[in-house]
């Protein structure tokens, strides 16, 4: 009977997650807060704020859990950089002034944050951290774990056997071999930001052809055991850090695209760009089925969980489902680093003795936005508020008028997906409300698709594929049916695919009490789903943030709980 | 926006003829924007008068906005018609740092300055000719000065105090100025860390070649022990 609280921090999308008894009571990142996209601070507001919703105070806590092994971190930024001598001497004493500063302390800064014993607080590593948060929460007591992110502690990947309370590891393949490494190379090398590009770069994909095998194949080879191999000559891991490729790929490939310049992909330039986002998602799914695979050989479970950013690639979830010979996958929804804090805290927590957490189905973990101080705000800033006693057919009605309305309800989501808690949600039938989307709020390149939510028991009308551990946390693709019984073509990617949600009351009651009132009013079980945020904004958390994004952003209402806020004309 | 206004006019009169110090200076200041408004969030986050909180969040909005003009007119000067890049920002919680009373009244100089400083580049930009970077920077001059006049008013319903808004400027003041003491000291320390560091780095050659041979890079996937001793046969079997 223990309370552990888990921390991930100091690189990217830091977290806390609160474990009491086993139970996963709360997980929030700290950018819905701080208001910082992947914030990396040490995640004081969000590891405070799940103690508040406990009810309990930082000195009750049992135990405060770390994902990674600072010295370890240390040692291999250390190893790293003199095997790179003299290339690294730029990187040098930029890497040990980050570790120095503060990675090496943060046992006892969070200690002296939280006014928690020092005693109390551990760490254990990151790609543990990563393969529990995936398998502890999974609906499966023994499954086959992959664990593929940029770089732990050393690891880059990582095999292990998860079953009952356990997990062993099996295999692991350490810095600089990469596929993080990989992907966020190309992601910048195709113009894009590493950690906000890498979606980017997987919607892009779909708009090219997988020409450029024989160029990347020299880059990133794949062995017949499922290993895989990067040239690093290709990669410039020492000098420039924030692009990771080096010139030799500029010369393979062509010039990184300028940043700056708007898509357009009738151009013979950004078509290339998008042959080489096809071959890069190819290869990566390539890679990370063969390593599913050799899970598959050396521990003969049924069940995949994945964890790690390249467990974010839905499109290459979609082909494990298919091809991995797994007969189920979950892939937790915060696969990244957030997801760390979890894992962190689950760990603890059954080193303290208690059972593992009971099967997630939902990723609403974090705080509700207040209705009351929705009114408030409303009133003094002089929009237009009303409590509605059915929110969710308010919002049928107002998506029948082909309507663009934010939608707040409950407590707001754990990782980078929007699930009908804090989401942006139309009518899914037209490209033109996609397009007004996109310039009134999005501003996305015009090759990135925008998601279907849609009633579990209505996904096969349109969607080949049945509700699965994944499509409940829009971790995976489906192909659409030539013909479905309503167009949704706002939904539609070029390739026929959808990210698909498949909404159950457990794991988003709102979300599915609107989906039910459009099929009583006639209309089709399914809306079009994106995240309650604007260009490089986090998504929204509060009531504070809520109406800020109404003010910023020309959405036509926003339903925040039962309150109503429309735009006056 | 932490010239002195003399400086600001030159830096605008320098800058008003080329297009790409032009966007360079706006980035800045859309930065700059992006930090008052994470300050204005937050500061709408703790308050709890829902009126206070109301006028922060409006103020946070304009902050928003102008920041985003200024993205979307560095990105045109720079040619690119509609691309807005990220902008990432260092921002306090003055809130925390100072206290209300306080936070209102660096709001109050900051907008101060703005407004000054402002007012320069519009009339530069006038000057050069460039009417729409002088157009943007009127538009967002009449809005600072709002939010340069609230701030006062605020503290002294907040006070009742007639000294109040001196006293806390003054403290102001004093606490912007040692916070550039500070920030001078910490970009000093970081010039002696980065050339000690790289001392030392030219020093770990013999290490470098050491760790080389005892550490060299592992391909491939290495099999954990305790794989290899216990699970693997008891799962095949």
């Given at each position: 009977m223990a309370s552990v609280l888990g921390i991930s921090g100091l690189y990217h999308d830091a977290a806390a997650a609160l474990v009491i008894d086993g139970t996963i009571i709360a997980a929030m990142q700290q950018e819905r807060f701080s208001r910082v996209k992947h914030d990396r601070a040490l995640p004081k507001d969000a590891a405070l704020s799940c103690l508040r919703f406990a009810g309990i105070a930082p000195e009750a806590l049992d135990a405060v859990i770390y994902y990674e092994q600072p010295f370890q971190k240390l040692e291999r930024v250390l190893v790293s950089t003199l095997r790179g001598f003299p290339q690294s001497f730029r990187q040098f004493p930029r890497a040990m002034r980050a570790q120095l500063a503060d990675k090496l302390w943060v046992l006892d800064a969070i200690s002296e944050t939280l006014n928690v014993p020092r005693r109390r607080v551990r760490a254990v590593g990151h790609h543990e951290s990563h393969a529990a948060s995936a398998f502890?929460?999974?609906?499966?007591?023994r499954a086959a774990v992959l664990t593929l992110d940029g770089v732990g502690e050393d690891t880059t990947t990582a095999l292990w056997f998860g079953n009952g309370n356990t997990l062993t590891p099996i295999a692991s393949t350490a810095w600089p071999q990469s596929l993080g490494l990989f992907y966020a190379a190309m992601t910048a090398w195709s113009g894009f930001e590493v950690l906000e590009g890498e979606c980017k770069l997987m919607g892009l994909a779909a708009f090219g052809q997988p020409i450029h095998r024989e160029e990347l194949g020299r880059v990133l080879l794949l062995h017949e055991t499922g290993e895989f191999e990067l040239t690093l000559s290709f990669f410039d891991r020492f000098t420039d850090t924030e692009l990771g490729f080096g010139k030799r790929l500029e010369q393979l490939l062509g010039e990184r695209r300028d940043p700056l310049i708007p898509w357009d992909l009738t151009t013979p330039r950004d078509q290339h760009y998008a042959n080489v986002a096809a071959t890069v998602q190819c290869i990566t799914e390539e890679a990370v089925l063969g390593l599913a695979r050799r899970a598959s050989r050396e521990t003969g479970a049924c069940n995949l969980c994945l964890a790690g950013g390249i467990a974010l690639n839905a499109v290459a979830n979609a082909r494990l489902a298919k091809e991995s010979g797994f007969d189920r996958i979950f892939v937790q929804p915060a696969a990244g680093d957030a997801g760390g804090a979890l894992g962190a805290a689950i760990l603890g927590s059954i080193a303290l003795g208690d059972r593992r957490p009971s099967a997630m189905t939902s990723a609403a973990l974090g705080l509700t936005a207040s209705a009351s101080d929705t009114v408030d705000l409303c009133k003094h800033l002089g929009l237009s508020a009303r409590r509605v006693s059915d929110p969710a057919e308010s919002a049928a009605s107002l998506l029948s008028e082909n309507k663009v309305v934010g939608f707040v309800q409950g407590r707001f989501e754990f990782g980078p997906r929007a699930l009908g808690h804090r989401s942006i949600i139309a009518s899914p039938e037209t490209i033109a409300i996609r397009d007004r989307i996109n310039s009134v709020v999005k501003q996305r390149e015009p090759f990135r698709p925008f998601a279907p939510a849609i009633l579990a028991d209505s996904c096969s009308q349109y969607f080949d594929t049945e509700p699965s551990d994944m499509t409940a946390f829009m971790t995976t693709v489906a192909s659409v049916h030539a013909s479905v019984p309503t167009p949704i073509d706002a939904v539609l990617h070029c390739d026929g695919t959808a990210r698909i949600q498949t909404v159950t009351a457990d794991a988003a009651s709102g979300l599915e009490a609107v989906l039910r009132a459009r099929v009583r009013r006639g209309e089709a079980p399914i809306l079009l789903n994106t995240s309650l945020n604007g260009r490089n904004e986090p998504i929204v958390g509060s009531a504070i943030d809520a109406i800020l994004f109404f003010l910023a952003h020309r959405v036509d209402a926003l339903i925040v709980e039962d309150v109503l806020v429309e735009r006056q004309t | 926006m932490a010239f002195h206004p003399l400086l600001a006019q030159l830096h605008a009169r320098s800058i008003a003829r080329r297009p790409k110090a032009a966007a360079r200076a706006l980035a800045r200041f859309a930065k700059a924007e992006r930090g008052s408004m994470l300050t204005l969030i937050w500061a709408a986050t703790h308050v709890d008068s829902p009126e206070r909180r109301a006028t922060y969040l409006e103020q946070a909005y304009e902050e928003q906005r102008h920041g985003r003009m200024f993205s979307k007119r560095a990105a045109e000067l720079n040619g690119y018609a509609s691309s807005e890049p990220s902008v990432n920002t260092d921002a306090e919680d003055l809130f925390i740092a100072l206290g209300e009373i306080r936070m209102l009244a660096f709001l109050y100089r900051g907008e101060h300055r703005a407004v000054v400083e402002f007012s320069g580049y519009r009339d530069a930009f006038r000057k050069a000719g460039d009417a729409k970077t002088a157009a943007l920077f009127a538009e967002i001059v009449e809005e600072e000065r709002h939010h340069q006049e609230y701030p006062l008013e605020l503290i002294q319903s907040l006070t009742n105090d007639p000294r109040a808004v001196t006293r806390a400027s003054r403290y102001v003041a004093a606490w912007e100025a040692w916070r550039t003491m500070r920030r001078l000291g910490q970009f000093m320390a970081g010039l002696l860390y980065t050339g000690g560091m790289t001392c030392l780095y030219a020093l770990l050659l013999p290490l470098s070649l050491w760790v080389r041979w005892v550490r060299p890079e592992v391909r491939g996937l290495v099999l954990a022990r305790e794989w290899s001793r216990n699970d693997r046969s008891q799962e095949r079997g």
């Amino acid at each position: 009977m223990a309370s552990v609280l888990g921390i991930s921090g100091l690189y990217h999308d830091a977290a806390a997650a609160l474990v009491i008894d086993g139970t996963i009571i709360a997980a929030m990142q700290q950018e819905r807060f701080s208001r910082v996209k992947h914030d990396r601070a040490l995640p004081k507001d969000a590891a405070l704020s799940c103690l508040r919703f406990a009810g309990i105070a930082p000195e009750a806590l049992d135990a405060v859990i770390y994902y990674e092994q600072p010295f370890q971190k240390l040692e291999r930024v250390l190893v790293s950089t003199l095997r790179g001598f003299p290339q690294s001497f730029r990187q040098f004493p930029r890497a040990m002034r980050a570790q120095l500063a503060d990675k090496l302390w943060v046992l006892d800064a969070i200690s002296e944050t939280l006014n928690v014993p020092r005693r109390r607080v551990r760490a254990v590593g990151h790609h543990e951290s990563h393969a529990a948060s995936a398998f502890f929460p999974s609906p499966y007591e023994r499954a086959a774990v992959l664990t593929l992110d940029g770089v732990g502690e050393d690891t880059t990947t990582a095999l292990w056997f998860g079953n009952g309370n356990t997990l062993t590891p099996i295999a692991s393949t350490a810095w600089p071999q990469s596929l993080g490494l990989f992907y966020a190379a190309m992601t910048a090398w195709s113009g894009f930001e590493v950690l906000e590009g890498e979606c980017k770069l997987m919607g892009l994909a779909a708009f090219g052809q997988p020409i450029h095998r024989e160029e990347l194949g020299r880059v990133l080879l794949l062995h017949e055991t499922g290993e895989f191999e990067l040239t690093l000559s290709f990669f410039d891991r020492f000098t420039d850090t924030e692009l990771g490729f080096g010139k030799r790929l500029e010369q393979l490939l062509g010039e990184r695209r300028d940043p700056l310049i708007p898509w357009d992909l009738t151009t013979p330039r950004d078509q290339h760009y998008a042959n080489v986002a096809a071959t890069v998602q190819c290869i990566t799914e390539e890679a990370v089925l063969g390593l599913a695979r050799r899970a598959s050989r050396e521990t003969g479970a049924c069940n995949l969980c994945l964890a790690g950013g390249i467990a974010l690639n839905a499109v290459a979830n979609a082909r494990l489902a298919k091809e991995s010979g797994f007969d189920r996958i979950f892939v937790q929804p915060a696969a990244g680093d957030a997801g760390g804090a979890l894992g962190a805290a689950i760990l603890g927590s059954i080193a303290l003795g208690d059972r593992r957490p009971s099967a997630m189905t939902s990723a609403a973990l974090g705080l509700t936005a207040s209705a009351s101080d929705t009114v408030d705000l409303c009133k003094h800033l002089g929009l237009s508020a009303r409590r509605v006693s059915d929110p969710a057919e308010s919002a049928a009605s107002l998506l029948s008028e082909n309507k663009v309305v934010g939608f707040v309800q409950g407590r707001f989501e754990f990782g980078p997906r929007a699930l009908g808690h804090r989401s942006i949600i139309a009518s899914p039938e037209t490209i033109a409300i996609r397009d007004r989307i996109n310039s009134v709020v999005k501003q996305r390149e015009p090759f990135r698709p925008f998601a279907p939510a849609i009633l579990a028991d209505s996904c096969s009308q349109y969607f080949d594929t049945e509700p699965s551990d994944m499509t409940a946390f829009m971790t995976t693709v489906a192909s659409v049916h030539a013909s479905v019984p309503t167009p949704i073509d706002a939904v539609l990617h070029c390739d026929g695919t959808a990210r698909i949600q498949t909404v159950t009351a457990d794991a988003a009651s709102g979300l599915e009490a609107v989906l039910r009132a459009r099929v009583r009013r006639g209309e089709a079980p399914i809306l079009l789903n994106t995240s309650l945020n604007g260009r490089n904004e986090p998504i929204v958390g509060s009531a504070i943030d809520a109406i800020l994004f109404f003010l910023a952003h020309r959405v036509d209402a926003l339903i925040v709980e039962d309150v109503l806020v429309e735009r006056q004309t | 926006m932490a010239f002195h206004p003399l400086l600001a006019q030159l830096h605008a009169r320098s800058i008003a003829r080329r297009p790409k110090a032009a966007a360079r200076a706006l980035a800045r200041f859309a930065k700059a924007e992006r930090g008052s408004m994470l300050t204005l969030i937050w500061a709408a986050t703790h308050v709890d008068s829902p009126e206070r909180r109301a006028t922060y969040l409006e103020q946070a909005y304009e902050e928003q906005r102008h920041g985003r003009m200024f993205s979307k007119r560095a990105a045109e000067l720079n040619g690119y018609a509609s691309s807005e890049p990220s902008v990432n920002t260092d921002a306090e919680d003055l809130f925390i740092a100072l206290g209300e009373i306080r936070m209102l009244a660096f709001l109050y100089r900051g907008e101060h300055r703005a407004v000054v400083e402002f007012s320069g580049y519009r009339d530069a930009f006038r000057k050069a000719g460039d009417a729409k970077t002088a157009a943007l920077f009127a538009e967002i001059v009449e809005e600072e000065r709002h939010h340069q006049e609230y701030p006062l008013e605020l503290i002294q319903s907040l006070t009742n105090d007639p000294r109040a808004v001196t006293r806390a400027s003054r403290y102001v003041a004093a606490w912007e100025a040692w916070r550039t003491m500070r920030r001078l000291g910490q970009f000093m320390a970081g010039l002696l860390y980065t050339g000690g560091m790289t001392c030392l780095y030219a020093l770990l050659l013999p290490l470098s070649l050491w760790v080389r041979w005892v550490r060299p890079e592992v391909r491939g996937l290495v099999l954990a022990r305790e794989w290899s001793r216990n699970d693997r046969s008891q799962e095949r079997g």
